[in-house]
């Protein structure tokens, strides 16, 4: 897990986004990305089951795949329903997929391992399933 | 520095050179070059910025930050949270203490 938040944030940089890791904010506030100024702020006392790694390539995707002018401001929801959300999602999972299964193949990939390490809810799967073996 | 310095330096960044910044853009072979002495056209240097990634702004010399984006949003940052609509999580607004911190946190970064 380590490795894939290394590889993360070395995507972060290579693409000019700032990343902190805070401990200062309360439980029940979300993680955070400003495109326009390239920002990304994750949670650390976060009580979300979601993995940090998940979070982190979310809040990337954000900036690096999403439009500028649809929000200002991200918030990390694992249930939103904004087609934006969804989109993050997507990509944030194709992000991590593609790193940790570039050595495996295709027969040997399990979504479903991947979806629990990742703390994912079982509504996930079917997005799961086509990055992990698209990737 | 000038617009054909400010190209060449980031087409470098890029791995590419002037010619092939050129043709990407669809202008010709040295067209660019040609920038030295004479000033761009608005739309070709806009090519240009897109094959770059970088603003018109910035290849202008206008500004520093390299990304368009960054112009559109409120220079100062305690501006920009406060033009932020109302920021919401699932629904609930955020308080107003923890705006506090996440816009501290923001402000930190910047160093």
């Not at chain 1, 940089?13 to 955070?32: A, C, G, M, Q």
């Amino acid at each position: 897990m380590t490795d894939l938040i290394n590889y993360l944030l070395f995507i972060a940089i290579r693409n000019d986004i700032k990343v902190v890791f805070s401990e200062d904010l309360d439980t029940y506030t979300p993680d955070l990305s400003v495109p326009s100024q390239r920002k990304v702020i994750i949670n650390r006392n976060s009580n979300n089951n979601v993995s940090v790694a998940f979070r982190l390539a979310h809040e990337l995707s954000h900036i690096l795949f999403g439009s500028v002018e649809q929000n200002r401001v991200y918030a990390f929801s694992i249930g939103a329903t904004k087609s934006s959300e969804r989109i993050a999602h997507e990509q944030a999972m194709h992000m991590i997929a593609k790193y940790v299964f570039q050595d495996t193949p295709v027969e040997y990939r399990n979504y479903i391992n991947f979806m629990e390490s990742l703390g994912l809810p079982s509504y996930f799967e079917d997005m799961a399933r086509e990055a992990v073996m698209q990737a | 520095m000038t617009t054909f310095e400010r190209i060449k330096e980031i087409s470098k960044q890029r791995g590419l050179n002037l010619k092939k910044t050129a043709t990407e853009a669809g202008l010709s072979e040295n067209a660019i070059y040609k920038w030295k002495t004479q000033t761009p056209q608005s739309n070709a240097l806009q090519a240009v910025a897109d094959v770059l990634g970088v603003s018109v702004d910035y290849l202008l010399g206008n500004t520093d930050e390299m990304h368009s984006n960054k112009k559109d949003a409120p220079y100062d940052l305690k501006e920009f949270i406060d033009s932020t609509p109302v920021l919401k999580y699932d629904g609930k607004d955020i308080p107003e203490a923890e705006m506090r911190i996440i816009r501290r946190i923001l402000e930190d970064m910047d160093d």
